[in-house]
C-alpha cells in the first residue's frame, strides 16, 4: 500500500514507522519544523521514527493535487480539523473522490473547537488514574498503533476519525465495563502482591508469588526479537 503521512509529532509517525516495517510504501511530508527536532536528542528520535520511509518537503495545501495524481492509497495524519478547513481541504470529500483510506487522529470532540490530539491531554482524561504503573508515553505509541490498525482494517475508501482518548482508553477499557474500586498503586483486576520496586517486579500468579528482576539492556538486546534494536514484529 503508498501511504502518505502527513501531520506532526508522535502519532502518525508512528503509525508510519509500523507500517513501513511491514512492507508498506510510506512517504512522509515535512516542511522541516516538526517539534520533534526541538526536543533533547530530538534529531535521534527523528530518525529512529521516521526509518524505511520516504521523507519530503511539500506543504500541507498540496494535498489534494497530490491525491488526484492516483501516487496514493492511503492518508494518516494528525492534523486539527480547524487546520484542515483554513486550507480548504476536505478529506471525507478527497478520500471518496480518488478512492483512498484516510485515517485521522484527533481530539475527542473534534470538529473545529481546536481540542488537541496529544498525548499529554488524552493521558489526563484516560489513565492518570494509573499513574505510578503505565508507560508514560504510551498515549502517543498507542494512538499511533490504533491508527496503522484502523488503516488495515477498514472496509473500503473514506475517511475514518479516530478520538485519540478513546484509542487509548481501548487499551484499558475492562475498568470502563466493569466498574471495581482500585487503590493507586494496584490495578483493579489483580489482588496484592503486584507492582515493582528496585529489586524487580512481583507477581501472585495461580496461588503461587514470583519475582521477576528489572531487565537492562544488555539482557534485551540479546532475548527479544530485534534487528540492530528495532522489534521485528
Known sequence: ?????????????YAGMVL?????AVEKWTNGRDPILGLDRGEELWAWINHGKRLVRRDLADVAGALASGEYDAVIDNVRPSTWKRLG???AVLALLHDVRWISMEGET????????FDVFCQARVTMEFAGWIPFYIGDTGGGLWVAFKLLAAPGPGHYMLGHASCLQ????GELVVDTDRTRTGTP?????????ENGALVSFKGAEYREPIRDRAWKIKHLRHRNGRIVI
Open 1 to 13: 500500500m503508498r501511504i502518505l503521512e502527513l501531520g506532526s509529532y508522535i502519532v502518525p509517525a
Open 20 to 24: 513501513a516495517e511491514q512492507g508498506h
Open 89 to 91: 481541504v476536505e478529506p
Open 110 to 117: 473534534g470538529g473545529d473547537t481546536g481540542e488537541v490530539s
Open 170 to 173: 481501548k487499551l484499558v477499557e
Open 189 to 197: 483486576w489483580d489482588r496484592e502482591p503486584y507492582g515493582a520496586d
